[in-house]
């Protein structure tokens, strides 16, 4: 198994990102998937998740509005669009499956096991 994430990098504020997370060696399109990040300091908090085929998503109130989740699972990937960055987004960011409970609106989402290597994301001027 393994998740390989990139698109990190140094952005200022108001830029954008992509985040991408290429997935091997389990059927990726049985699985939702999420993204996590981790500030310095800070404790991992749940940014977006996605189900496997239907659509359905979860964003993070801090980031609603601006991160877009995605995937193609023709190509087992997983992606994290991030628009009008702010200096608070910056945070080592992970891709990872997920659990979901949809009934469960405020964090529908928690990891299940396979997680991809972190992708650093500074925004800052």
């Known amino acids: 198994v393994q998740l390989q994430a990139s698109g990190g990098g140094l952005v200022q504020p108001g830029g954008s990102l992509r985040l991408s997370c290429g997935a091997s060696?389990?059927?990726?399109?049985?699985?939702?998937m999420g993204w996590f990040r981790q500030a310095p300091g800070k404790e991992r908090e749940i940014v977006s998740c996605?189900?496997?085929?239907?659509?359905?998503?979860y964003y993070a109130d801090s980031v609603k509005g601006r991160f877009t989740i995605s995937r193609d699972n023709a190509k087992n990937t997983v992606y994290l669009q991030m628009n009008s960055l702010k200096p608070e987004d910056t945070a080592v960011y992970r891709c990872?499956?997920?659990?979901?409970?949809?009934?469960?609106?405020?964090?529908?989402?928690?990891?299940?096991?396979?997680w991809g290597q972190g992708t650093l994301v500074t925004v800052s001027s």
């Open positions: 060696g389990f059927p990726f399109d049985y699985y939702a």
């Open positions: 996605m189900s496997s085929n239907d659509g359905t998503t």
């Open positions: 990872a499956t997920v659990y979901t409970a949809w009934t469960n609106s405020a964090n529908p989402c928690s990891p299940s096991g396979y």
